[in-house]
């Protein structure tokens, strides 16, 4: 019988670990070859305080994973994440009814949920998102469930990209590396879709010859020309800039006492004899600044959200911003007070102008249900300048020549070039022997483009689990009194005044005329009627 008190020398730090030994009820079953392969992969690290936002504690920002204070974690001990992920707002990590590993440079968009699920079949029990995966915004992945591979490093610059569409269902089924699914699809238990398949929209796939017969008209073999591997990996590259830029906005920037340039532990607070710096979480709470173009190279200088404060348009200050109840990210306005703006939103809304923006919305909001999203992912800040150079010849004797150049470059951010013209005016001798005089004047104009910029007009209604997506493909733009049912996705579309939007359609790049209805579960693609929803 002890009769003192004795104490557990475990040190309670979080640690990365290998979770394939857990995973695996029975050795009986078979393991999916693409499975094992990401189960048999580098460690990542639990997603619990003092692991977030920032990934793993003091994490260098080149290597930083990001997870926004809004997403929602269960058990999150039984869940892993590797290096460089963004996991945006309002997603959800629910480990509950098994393990979640999700590898290296992949992201989980806004309101998606991961729901681990080991009670529905026996062996694996869990959701296995490999390198490289996008799931997009609003989907769900019931478990079990694998999507993507491993590229055998924590760079996972080798692996293929692989994206699950906005308001897809991944229910119990595996994407394999390099496969994609279009949005508001459904792959059921059971299947397998290969390497090189694109499920395509609204389809509903439930065993396998469906996921490989491009005849049965729910798959298409991705070609050359199929844009769906170029905007995955456009969008984790996106990402992981995403991820480092918000790692620095919450610890080692300068509203947080360090600086820009700083590492994971900022000059000011290593000064203090402090070895770990927990970060500024009002940065990153509620109505809050993207990172901004000396963080993420896409971005605007700064952009906060903004409201009508005292009759100007004004963002909140810091001590009330954070406190606002949904994720309002960016160069966002709304021309109503804030108190009013948040009594017509639900819960879980994000509205995030940190890749395309401003988003804009012109008048009062009727009402934003729950679990919303409205982004644009790929749009950018562009800094376009145009040099006009002109050179003027005027010789002593014969007749004077005029050129003239003009090049146009453009790159992401703001840029640094400064507009005006200057000339400069020099003499010689040309090759005949003559006297002349060379003026050149150059001209630089500067212009600031908006790639993937949103407006919304008054009046707007979103119901639970509606999907706005800006974004470079075309303007995205919803007039006044538009309404968007439960579920539905739109997409760089322009949808006329008073027009109605059926629950779980999917329109995109399309314009839908004023006072249109547009049925439930109704599939527009580029202006064409394409089917209805199967899902």
């Given at each position: 019988m002890k009769t003192g008190a004795w104490r557990d020398s475990r040190a309670f730090r979080p640690l990365a670990e290998r979770m394939e030994e857990r995973l695996v009820m029975s050795g009986q079953f078979t393991v999916a070859a693409e499975v094992r392969a990401i189960l048999n992969s580098s460690p990542g690290a639990v997603p619990i305080r003092p692991n977030t936002p920032v990934l793993p504690l003091e994490s260098a920002y080149a290597t930083a994973t990001y997870v926004d204070p809004s997403v929602k974690v269960f058990a999150g001990g039984r869940t892993s994440i590797g290096q460089r992920d963004f996991i945006a707002p309002d997603a959800t990590l629910d480990a509950r009814g098994g393990y979640i590993k999700v590898r290296s440079t992949s992201t989980i968009q806004d309101n998606a949920a991961l729901i681990a699920s080991a009670g529905r079949t026996t062996g694996v029990g869990g959701i296995f998102i490999g390198d490289n995966v996008v799931v997009g915004t609003g989907a769900r992945i019931i478990g079990p469930a694998a999507i993507g591979g491993s590229s055998g490093s924590t760079a996972a610059t080798a692996a293929v990209a692989t994206s699950i569409g906005a308001g897809a269902v991944i229910d119990g089924a595996i994407i394999q590396p390099g496969a994609f699914v279009g949005a508001l699809a459904?792959?059921?238990?059971?299947?397998?879709?290969?390497?090189?398949?694109?499920?395509?929209?609204?389809?509903?796939?439930?065993?396998?010859?469906?996921?490989?017969?491009?005849?049965?008209?729910?798959?298409?073999?991705?070609?050359?020309?199929?844009?769906?591997?170029?905007?995955?990996?456009?969008?984790?590259?996106?990402?992981?800039?995403?991820?480092?830029?918000?790692?620095?906005?919450?610890?080692?920037?300068?509203?947080?006492?360090?600086?820009?340039?700083?590492?994971?532990?900022?000059?000011?607070?290593?000064?203090?004899?402090?070895?770990?710096?927990?970060?500024?979480?009002?940065?990153v709470l509620g109505a809050s600044p993207e990172p901004g173009s000396a963080r993420v190279a896409f971005e605007a200088t700064a952009g906060n959200p903004t409201f009508l404060i005292g009759g100007v348009q004004a963002p909140l200050a810091i001590n009330h911003a954070f406190a606002f109840p949904d994720r309002i990210i960016g160069a966002v306005t709304f021309p109503r007070a804030p108190q009013g703006v948040a009594a017509a939103l639900g819960r879980n809304v994000s509205i995030r102008a940190d890749e395309g923006q401003p988003i804009t919305f012109s008048g009062p909001i009727a009402h934003i249900g729950n679990n919303v999203s409205i982004h644009a992912p790929l749009g950018q800040v562009q800094n376009q300048v145009t040099s006009t150079v002109t050179t003027a010849i005027t010789p002593a004797t014969g007749a004077p020549t005029t050129s003239t150049v003009v090049t146009v470059t453009t790159t992401p951010g703001p840029g640094t070039a400064t507009a005006g013209t200057t000339a400069v005016t020099t003499t010689g001798i040309n090759a005949a022997g003559v006297a002349i005089t060379t003026t050149t004047t150059t001209t630089i104009a500067v212009r600031i483009l908006n790639v993937g910029a949103i407006a919304i007009g008054s009046n707007f209604t979103a119901l639970d689990g509606a999907t706005i997506l800006g974004g470079p493909a075309g303007p995205m733009a919803i007039g006044d009194d538009v309404a968007i049912g439960s579920g539905a996705v739109v997409a760089t579309s322009v949808i006329g005044t008073g027009s109605s939007i059926g629950s779980r359609a999917y329109i995109i790049n399309s314009t839908i005329p004023a006072g249109s209805i547009v049925p439930a579960g109704a599939i527009i693609m580029n202006n064409q009627i394409i089917g209805t929803v199967q899902s």
């Open positions: 459904r792959v059921g238990p059971g299947v397998i879709v290969p390497t090189g398949f694109r499920v395509l929209p609204g389809a509903n796939v439930t065993n396998n010859a469906q996921a490989t017969t491009p005849s049965l008209g729910l798959v298409v073999r991705v070609t050359a020309t199929d844009p769906a591997p170029t905007t995955a990996r456009a969008t984790i590259t996106a990402n992981t800039a995403l991820a480092s830029g918000y790692a620095m906005l919450y610890q080692g920037n300068s509203a947080a006492g360090g600086a820009a340039t700083a590492g994971p532990i900022p000059a000011a607070v290593a000064a203090t004899g402090s070895t770990i710096f927990f970060g500024e979480l009002n940065n």
